[in-house]
């Protein structure tokens, strides 16, 4: 694949739903951030991992929200219990080494909870 | 506190019109800052970073410790330019990213 792929690109789901949001880093990428970016905000830090283990998870709202990278590679953002205010574009990227700057951004998935 | 400030939602201007959008910033020590741009339906991507005292596209951003600012300049703006700009800090650790608001540059003729 050319870049950083997310899946769903779009997501409606109801209050108080689990959801799932994909992330597939550029292959061979070692360090992959996920970001969260409400209505007319920039994007704000959720996670960071490098390889399969969360080296800092600092800007994860409250404990609802949850990350996976069981392979080191696909990463998984888990909701629980949604809320109207995770309503937002939830990005993903990655590097090769850990760089946050060297990062490729996906296109995000938009997620709205009615 | 770590903060990123883009005082303008918008900005707009004519083709061939100087452009300077604005980022303040507060930090402790020494801050690496950086400018992202994405164009309508493309990905956020980096357009330039201060420790590399480059021009990309045009564009041109001095670190100002004195006044915590790192504004984004271009002497003639052109249509291509226009897009949402986000000024950004990296954290102490290096892993994440502090970005501000975000100002739309719009480019007309």
């Known amino acids: 694949g050319a870049g950083v792929s997310q899946t769903p690109s779009n997501k409606v789901t109801e209050k108080g739903k689990y959801v799932e949001l994909r992330c597939d880093p550029i292959?061979?990428?070692?360090?992959l951030y996920w970001y969260r970016q409400s209505l007319g905000q920039g994007p704000e830090f959720l996670i960071y991992f490098q390889g399969t283990g969360a080296a800092d998870d600092s800007g994860l709202p409250n404990d609802r929200f949850f990350a996976v990278r069981p392979e080191g590679s696909v990463s998984t953002l888990k909701i629980q219990r949604t809320e109207r205010g995770d309503s937002a574009v939830y990005l993903c990227?990655?590097?090769?080494?850990?760089?946050?700057?060297?990062?490729?951004f996906g296109q995000g998935t938009r997620l709205t909870v009615v | 506190a770590q903060r990123v400030t883009q005082p303008e939602k918008l900005l707009s201007v004519f083709k061939g019109a100087p452009v300077e959008l604005k980022c303040n910033y507060s930090y402790s020590g020494s801050p690496e800052l950086f400018w992202y741009v994405q164009y309508s339906r493309q990905r956020l991507q980096l357009l330039l970073r201060h420790i590399s005292r480059e021009s990309i596209k045009g564009f041109t951003a001095d670190l100002n410790k004195g006044e915590t600012s790192f504004h984004l300049k271009k002497p003639f703006a052109q249509e291509e330019d226009s897009a949402m700009y986000y000024c950004a800090l990296s954290d102490q650790a290096g892993t994440a990213l502090i970005f501000g608001k975000g100002t739309t540059l719009s480019v007309s003729s």
């Open positions: 292959s061979g990428h070692t360090a």
């Open positions: 990227a990655s590097s090769l080494s850990g760089g946050v700057t060297e990062a490729f």
